[in-house]
Structures are given as structure tokens and as C-alpha cells.
């Protein structure tokens, strides 16, 4: 009588047992036929970008570029604070305000000299605004930011329009 106890007792016992084993199988997926697991992260070949920046990608340029397009207005008297080609009809501009009105002066003469309408015009979260402007020739968007000195940085990022 006390076999039939131990019996059922062991049936349970190898019941939870092969339960337990069973979670402990991989997931489907998760193990490529040649047993690798594909849950494991693996670095590319030859690592990250071994090699820095140049110092030169880091210097500031206050000159427009031969190539910039003369459709984008810079305004007399603005402070061309940097300026570059990306290439491919594609260049930035960044224009340097000592305060926020001469800012927004600077940001409507770019805009009525170039003849650009602007489209979604909103406020960041730092108070600066951005917009997208549209002429015939060119798309720029358009950024101011607020430096903790004062000044303002005017961002243009200008495209040529292709077609």
C-alpha cells in the first residue's frame, strides 16, 4: 500500500521536473542551426570608427562658400557667424544677433530679400522659433537658438530645388 504513494509521488516529481526543463529550452528563433544564439549581441567586424574627426571638421568658417546661392539674401551688416557647402546644392549658414530684436530683424530680411514664404512657423522649447522656407529656388529651414550670453544664433539649412 505504501508503494502506490511513492509512485504517484514520483510521477509528480518527474511531471515538475520535465515542466521546469522544458522552460529552460530556447525560444523558437532564438537558435541558428549551427547552435549560435542569435539573442546574443555581436560586435561588427573591425569595431567602431576607429579613427577621429579632424580638427578642421570642428573650425568655424565666416565666409559663404564660392557655390552659395545667391537666391538666399544674407542681410548688410549680419554677422556671418559659420558657413559651408555641403555639396550637392546643398549648404548652411549660421548668422550671429547680439539680441533677440536684432534677431527678429535679421530673420524677416532673410525671409523678404529672398523672396521665401514660410510655412510651419512654431516656437521651440527654448523660446527660439523655426520655420520652413520655400522660394522657387531654394528650401531652407530655418532655426534660431538663444545663447547663454544673450546673443542669437540664426540656423539656415539650405537646398537647392531640383526640377
Do not use: H
Not at 576607429?50 to 544674407?74: I, M, Q, R, T
Amino acid at each position: 500500500m505504501t508503494t502506490t504513494p511513492r509512485l504517484a509521488a514520483g510521477a509528480i516529481a518527474l511531471g515538475l521536473a520535465a515542466t521546469l526543463l522544458a522552460g529552460c529550452a530556447p525560444e523558437p528563433d532564438t537558435v541558428s542551426p549551427d547552435g549560435r544564439d542569435l539573442t546574443e549581441k555581436v560586435e561588427p567586424e573591425g569595431g567602431s570608427w576607429a579613427e577621429p574627426n579632424p580638427e578642421e571638421a570642428y573650425e568655424k568658417s565666416a565666409e559663404l562658400p564660392d557655390d552659395f546661392p545667391a537666391d538666399f539674401v544674407v542681410p548688410e551688416g549680419a554677422v556671418v557667424d559659420d558657413a559651408g557647402s555641403r555639396g550637392f546644392g546643398s549648404w548652411y549658414v549660421v548668422l550671429r544677433a547680439p539680441d533677440q530684436d536684432t534677431a527678429n530683424t535679421l530673420w524677416d530680411a532673410v525671409v523678404t530679400g529672398s523672396g521665401f514664404a514660410a510655412s510651419d512657423e512654431a516656437e521651440t522649447g527654448d523660446g527660439g522659433r523655426t520655420a520652413t522656407l520655400v522660394s522657387p529656388a531654394l528650401e531652407v529651414t530655418a532655426v534660431t537658438m538663444a545663447g547663454d550670453d544673450g546673443a542669437v544664433l540664426l540656423s539656415y539649412d539650405i537646398a537647392q530645388v531640383v526640377g
